[in-house]
């Protein structure tokens, strides 16, 4: 393969809780989530996008800030695609996941999680254009970067640390 090649090519990338990927050339980002949510934004004038992947709605001390919270994973994913070139006038955002399992999950944190990144989107004036998002099942999801489309299988059955309170790290 030669160069120009090696950029057709789609870079796969499994994205965990706690983490942002912005896609540099074509790339495909899996998950699994259960009270997760993700954002994934897409430049339809640049044909690219990111995505992150929060457990928990906000917080609020500065000096404990980190992509595991909604507040700031979502801002970072924004400004991440808007230093990486992209317009705000030019993104759209989907909003996936925040189920909830009664049967391990003591709060419906999803929903919470939910509603900070319709917030944030909102307030940053970025489209939300899709959702996928509630219930009681958890989801394996495929983002492609470059076409901005997304694949989401409804499963029964996760990893208990897929819920909130989140035990038993992966």
Not at 98 to 114: A, D, K, M, Q
Not at 139 to 146: E, G, I, L, P, S
């Amino acid at each position: 393969m030669n160069a120009k090649s090696d950029r057709l090519v789609p870079v796969n990338y499994f994205l965990e809780p706690g983490y942002i990927f912005v896609a540099t050339r074509p790339s495909v980002i899996s998950e699994v989530m259960g009270s997760c949510v993700s954002v994934c934004l897409y430049d339809r004038k640049r044909k690219t996008g990111g995505m992150n992947h929060f457990r928990f709605p906000d917080i609020r001390e500065k000096h404990l800030t980190t992509a595991l919270y909604g507040n700031v994973a979502t801002i970072a994913l924004i400004r991440m695609m808007i230093g990486d070139g992209s317009k705000k006038k030019h993104l759209e955002a989907q909003i996936i996941g925040g189920s909830y399992n009664r049967l391990v999950s003591p709060r419906n944190i999803g929903r919470e999680n939910i509603m900070t990144a319709r917030s944030i989107l909102a307030r940053e004036r970025v489209s939300l254009v899709s959702e996928d998002v509630g219930g009681e099942k958890g989801r394996k999801v495929v983002f492609n970067t470059c076409t901005n489309e997304i694949a989401i299988m409804k499963v029964e059955k996760l990893r208990n640390s897929d819920w909130y309170p989140y035990e038993n790290e992966r």
